[in-house]
């Protein structure tokens, strides 16, 4: 899943204070599975920016929504008629989410209400952590299932570096050091030998430094 | 192992000498007479010096042209390159100007995260790891091509090395990461600061029954301490550092005063142990902030005056 998180509430008042009326919609996929951009926080994002605009004494109204997903056409039907009858749309959906309803609804101004901040899984309740970047090119199948490109703080390769230190990443003593966890799964798996193949220098031509990538697949072509 | 570049270092190692290398940081600044005090002070009494690339992330000048001004005193220069700061292209680029100044050895690193540096909010690139800038390396210098497979006019020819950290966990992995980075085409290793003698014995003992020893030349990292802040400092915040207490309470157990005398006689004690251990081809002498103390070590080891190979 994609995770996000709100930002600073002074970070979001300056982008919407100078619009009369706001839309306030939430995104019910990702997002508010990590507790940030669901209708629930909608509402209560809404709820702190009344009572913000009430300090400053700002004329704005503030309407609160969701809809399913914001990144797939179908599901803006349910919202198009609060869209069309609003100055600005605060999204809490991702970055996609966001840029998707601005391509839909070219004259109105969206602003995001949350930072995206990765692809990852829910750890457990109220944690969250990265799992992958998209890279385009999956090494999974030889580095024991566990991804270095995205939780190895340089994504190495061929890990680990000298920086480990008692299992842990160089950078951050509560972050495990992704290889070290390669290494325990590979011996787990009975393959710690496989631990010497050198991996080769990696395409990252399938990664963002490819350039903005696309995927169709053919026979759901319109 | 037979001599293919015209490195000192290698025909140093190549005809059976303990090697000595020691390490040059640059300054932040654009003054050159540091580089060039450095060179003059160590010249005699090492074969190679390292230069270090923006060490910690901290920025400084580049290490390519640090060691441009050391050749020109005399020095055998040893690049050390991070693929933090460049992708294949630069990395490319900068191995063949380096090779247009006939630096001969090149030392393939990762490097520290930017976050330990001057710089915490800049981009890394990690295009390459250090395995494969070494295999870049050999790729250039022994294909002669470019990594897409163009051919190189005049292709560099440089001795590859990269540093091991025997005392690093996952142990497990420790002798085959090295026969890894010589799969990748090191030459010489230059290890981490030894200050665990009986676990880096154990490493070597490792490296030997798996004759990795006969495939590349070890040399054995030696920092000594200046004090004992220093000792602790690194046994508490250098990661991947292992120091013993059995150090620390040497240090401790003299006056203030005696403790960079004591931190000296550590050390020529552990080259003195290290050189009876099969397998170390020599000693990398990193005096950190105290390079004026490099010659005295090395005489006081027994290691000078240094070996003369012939310029072929
Ligand atoms: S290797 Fe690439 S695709 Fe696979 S999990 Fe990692 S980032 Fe994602
Ligand atoms: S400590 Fe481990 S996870 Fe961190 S940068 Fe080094 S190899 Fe990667």
Redesign the pocket.
């Known amino acids: 899943m994609i995770v996000g998180q709100q930002k600073p509430l002074a970070e979001i008042w300056e982008m919407v204070r100078k619009h009369r009326k706001v839309l306030v919609l939430g995104c019910n996929s990702c997002v508010a599975v990590c507790h940030q951009g669901g209708t629930k926080q909608a509402e209560v994002l809404t709820s702190l920016l009344r009572m913000q605009a009430t300090q400053e004494e700002a004329e704005i109204e503030l309407v609160d929504g969701g809809i399913e997903r914001q990144c797939e056409h179908e599901f803006f039907e349910s919202a198009r008629d609060a869209i069309s009858r609003t100055d600005a749309v605060l999204s809490l959906a991702c970055g996609v989410g966001v840029q998707f309803m601005a391509e839909k609804f070219h004259a109105t101004p969206l602003y995001p209400a949350l930072n995206t901040t990765f692809l990852g899984a829910v750890e457990r309740p109220g944690f969250f952590t990265e799992k992958c970047q998209a890279c385009g090119n999956c090494v999974l199948a030889t580095t024991g299932g566990i991804c270095?490109v995205s939780?190895?703080?340089?994504?190495?390769l061929n890990?680990?570096?000298?920086?480990?230190?008692k299992g842990?990443?160089?950078?951050?003593k509560e972050?495990?050091?992704?290889?070290?966890l390669i290494v325990n799964r590979l011996e787990a798996l009975g393959k710690l030998d496989d631990y010497e193949d050198l991996f080769p220098l990696k395409d990252w031509s399938k990664d963002r430094a490819g350039g903005p990538r696309n995927f169709k697949v053919e026979g759901y072509l319109p | 192992m037979s001599v293919k570049t015209e490195s000192k270092l290698e025909r140093i190692l190549a005809a059976g000498h303990l090697a000595i290398t020691s390490e040059c940081g640059p300054p932040r600044g654009s003054d050159p007479e540091v580089i060039i005090k450095k060179g003059e002070l160590l010249k005699d009494h090492v074969d190679a010096v390292n230069v270090t690339d923006n060490q910690t992330s901290v920025t400084r000048l580049s290490s390519l042209a640090a060691c441009i001004h050391l050749k020109l005193t005399g020095v055998d220069p040893v690049l050390q390159m991070v693929t933090r700061d460049r992708n294949r292209i630069a990395l490319q680029s900068d191995i063949l100007g380096a090779a247009s100044f006939d630096i001969n050895n090149i030392l393939c690193l990762?490097g520290d995260?930017q976050i330990f540096g001057d710089c915490k909010e800049g981009q890394n690139v990690f295009d390459l790891d250090s395995m494969q800038l070494l295999q870049t390396v050999r790729h250039m210098r022994d294909d002669g091509k470019f990594l897409n497979g163009d051919d190189i006019n005049r292709p560099p020819r440089m001795f590859a090395g990269a540093a091991a950290n025997p005392f690093a966990e996952p142990y497990k992995i420790r002798v085959p990461r090295l026969a890894k980075k010589i799969a990748a085409g090191a030459e010489f290793i230059q290890t981490q600061c030894i200050y665990n003698l009986d676990r880096f014995e154990e490493w070597m003992n490792g490296v030997c029954d798996r004759g990795l020893h006969e495939k590349v030349y070890i040399l054995a990292g030696i920092t000594p301490m200046k004090s004992l802040g220093m000792a602790r400092y690194m046994k508490k915040n250098v990661?991947g550092m292992d120091v013993p207490d059995q150090i620390i309470d040497r240090l401790a157990g003299v006056p203030k005063e005696k403790q960079a005398e004591e931190g000296i006689t550590i050390c020529l004690e552990t080259i003195e142990r290290l050189k009876e251990v099969k397998g170390v081809s020599g000693f990398h002498i990193m005096a950190i902030e105290w390079e004026e103390k490099v010659p005295e070590i090395v005489e006081r080891a027994g290691l000078f005056p240094r070996p003369k190979v012939s310029d072929e």
Do not use: F, M, Q, T
Request: hydrophobic share 25%; with cysteine; glycine share 10%.
């Open positions: 270095p939780r190895c703080a340089k994504r190495l890990g680990p570096c000298g920086g480990v230190n842990k990443c160089e950078i951050n972050l495990d050091c992704a290889w070290c | 990762s995260h990661p």
